[in-house]
């Protein structure tokens, strides 16, 4: 908040036009995390992480409060505008070569539930729409463009301009060992969750609506947007090398032409000697040092998961079980009870430290699942190739809008705000379904 106090983000904060605003709440969606593929591979695999990708994204966005919205459904909404939602019906057509392509951009079921699938229609920000014409280019596919809300700013001046130099000072900071860069870094990265922020609306005594003070979800939309884009673009180089979509970072079997570097917006690259990648934000790998050659000791990422209570050897020896619902990792975490967990869970928990048991499966579920003709011989998960997911959502719908408290209040929305800082204890993927099915 002080960051957007000195820089006067304030200033440049307006209410859009109902339409736009109604746009944007189904152009909204998070990070995309998505596995495409998934195993234990003894080949060179690579992860291209986009640095600072929020931030990056920022520095785009117009000063709302000078200019205006304009709507156009003529052909000109088929056109490239730098701030603009664009009403998106799209279609791909599963061929033999690409029988487990990832899909071209998000669509919300009414669960909550995020998919990419092969067909939809939706609302989507300037990043997707360009990465969409890129998807069609390179992979095919049918893509109409039926309207579009263009933003016609009246300055060139954007308003989060200082990230650049702000970004650069702490690289400065972090060369020189100085600790002062870790506040740079959270300031930076803190920005975004202040423009999606729902926490702290009210109606006052004489019925004024009253919104966080920096809640500008046409800012917020844009930055997710392109992230997804900025991904899914890079993908495109190799669609079949592609592993999985972790929000800022790719995994590729195969590496990828990129620009590579420490600059705001670069793909930073690591490359692994090996990798076994199960579910999103799960994974196993050893590093190759990007100076020397040599390789690191092994990387670890389980999200969710305490440190050490689950191996690469315990998941190894299990993806041999024929067996799909035994091949699970039982770990047990110690967390502490916030309300949110307690209404899911038991009251009687509420405030308390207490061991969690989590079954952690060995490939993903949600969003895809293995492909039932992947290819892969014998029973269990087959060691040394990447096993192929589908998506189980192949019907043209339309995207469902996304839930904001004081617009359309929801028992997901009620549920996700009491228990967003505790995902890693629940699937959030699947929150959702399971709040409707208590319900």
Not at 236 to 263: H, K, M, N, Y
Not at 320 to 339: C, G, H, Q, W, Y
Not at 341 to 354: G, V
Not at 357 to 367: F, H, I, N, Q
Request: aromatic share 10%; charged share 25%; hydrophobic share 40%.
């Amino acid at each position: 908040a002080y960051l957007f106090k000195r820089e006067g983000i304030g200033k440049a904060l307006a209410s859009t036009p109902e339409a736009v605003q109604m746009a944007a709440r189904y152009a909204y969606a998070g990070g995309r995390f998505e596995v495409i593929k998934f195993g234990h591979s003894e080949d060179r695999c690579y992860e291209y992480d986009v640095n600072s990708a929020y931030p990056t994204a920022l520095c785009n966005v117009p000063n709302l409060v000078n200019g205006e919205w304009r709507h156009i459904v003529s052909a000109d909404a088929d056109r490239s505008y730098p701030f603009a939602l664009y009403h998106i019906k799209w279609r791909i057509r599963r061929t033999k070569r690409h029988a487990n392509i990832p899909g071209p951009l998000f669509r919300r079921l009414k669960t909550g539930n995020v998919h990419y699938p092969l067909a939809g229609e939706g609302w989507y920000w300037t990043p997707e729409y360009l990465a969409a014409k890129a998807y069609a280019e390179t992979v095919g596919g049918t893509f109409t463009i039926s309207e579009a809300w263009v933003f016609d700013s009246a300055t060139d001046v954007k308003p989060f301009g200082f990230i650049p130099k702000l970004y650069a000072e702490r690289r400065e900071l972090k060369k020189a060992d100085n600790g002062a860069h870790v506040g740079i870094k959270l300031a930076l990265n803190s920005m975004y969750g202040k423009l999606a922020q729902q926490v702290g609306w009210h109606v006052t005594p004489r019925g004024t609506l009253k919104l966080p003070p920096f809640h500008q979800l046409e800012w917020a939309g844009y930055v997710t947007s392109h992230c997804r884009a900025a991904v899914l673009t890079a993908a495109l180089q190799d669609i079949d090398s592609v592993i999985a979509f972790e929000t800022d970072a790719l995994f590729t079997s195969r590496p990828l032409r990129l620009d590579t570097g420490e600059e705001l917006g670069q793909f930073e690259v690591t490359e692994f000697l090996d990798l076994t990648y199960m579910q999103s934000g799960t994974y196993y790998g050893r590093a190759v040092d990007k100076k020397t050659g040599e390789v690191k000791e092994l990387t670890a990422k389980t999200r969710g998961i305490d440190r050490g209570s689950m191996s690469r050897d315990d998941c190894l020896a299990l993806m041999a079980e024929p067996i799909a619902v035994k091949r699970k990792v039982s770990v047990t975490n110690r967390r502490f009870f916030t309300l949110g967990l307690a209404l899911m869970q038991s009251m009687d928990k509420w405030t308390k430290w207490l061991e969690v048991t989590k079954e952690v499966t060995l490939e993903p579920t949600g969003k895809r699942f293995h492909d039932p003709v992947c290819g892969c011989s014998g029973p269990g998960i087959t060691k040394g190739i990447w096993h192929t997911t589908i998506c189980p959502t192949a019907k043209l719908e339309h995207s469902a809008e996304f839930p904001v408290e004081w617009v359309k209040p929801s028992a997901v929305a009620d549920l996700f705000r009491m228990i967003r800082e505790d995902d890693d204890v629940l699937d959030v993927d699947n929150l959702a379904s399971i709040v409707l099915e208590s319900s």
